[in-house]
């Protein structure tokens, strides 16, 4: 098993850690690829959220744009404090620290190839919202660099359930601004 595959008993025992369906893993991939996921997603209770910009073009601007992806700093940027000790790595457990709130996650995929690197994180008992997150960073044939973030989720934390939509709003704001921190 190559290690970014996410099979057999690995995969069994993420899914027991995640705090969503196990049909749902990795879903966020799917919807980066455009194939949609699962029609759990489309019951209503998830959010969907999916955001891109053009980061800039060339080779260069896509490996350091991939590298600000995974060591963290593009969540620094957004002013979200990673406490992990490596670069992303799939079967990690990194805990995010954002306004006094501490929320644990699973890194489900973290690869990087010629033209695209992916990170996808799972939400792990604790965290403030049920989700999932995929971040991309490509480089098209074109030599344009593209960020994106798709995500599912629904708020897990009381204070967010009360707070949905201002919760939202900074769920939002706070994905343009990885996006940003994509940015070389």
């Known amino acids: 098993m190559g290690p970014y595959d996410v099979t057999g008993r690995r995969w069994r025992h993420w899914a027991e850690e995640l705090t969503y369906p196990a049909e749902l893993m990795l879903g966020t991939l799917d919807l980066l690829g455009g194939r949609g996921t699962t029609g759990?997603?489309?019951d209503g209770a998830w959010r969907i959220l999916d955001e891109e910009i053009v980061l800039g073009e060339g080779v260069d601007c896509f490996r350091r744009a991939s590298e600000r992806l995974m060591d963290w700093r593009a969540h620094r940027h957004a002013g979200v404090r990673?406490?992990?000790?490596?670069?992303?790595?799939?079967?990690?457990?990194?805990?995010?620290?954002?306004?006094?709130?501490?929320?644990?996650?699973?890194?489900?995929?973290?690869?990087?190839?010629?033209?695209?690197?992916?990170?996808?994180?799972?939400?792990?008992?604790g965290h403030?919202?049920?989700?999932?997150?995929?971040?991309?960073?490509?480089?098209?044939?074109?030599?344009?660099?593209?960020?994106?973030?798709?995500?599912?989720?629904?708020?897990?934390?009381?204070?967010?359930?009360?707070?949905?939509?201002?919760?939202?709003?900074?769920?939002?704001?706070?994905?343009?601004?990885?996006?940003?921190?994509?940015?070389?």
């Open 82 to 125: 990673v406490g992990a000790w490596r670069t992303a790595v799939p079967g990690d457990v990194v805990r995010i620290h954002f306004a006094g709130t501490t929320s644990p996650c699973l890194i489900l995929r973290a690869d990087r190839g010629q033209s695209e690197a992916r990170l996808v994180h799972g939400t792990l008992p």
């Open 40 to 42: 759990k997603l489309i």
């Open 128 to 184: 403030v919202e049920c989700g999932e997150e995929a971040f991309s960073v490509v480089i098209g044939d074109d030599g344009m660099v593209r960020g994106r973030i798709v995500a599912f989720s629904v708020h897990a934390w009381w204070p967010a359930k009360v707070g949905a939509p201002v919760a939202r709003t900074v769920q939002t704001l706070i994905t343009r601004r990885y996006l940003e921190g994509l940015i070389p």
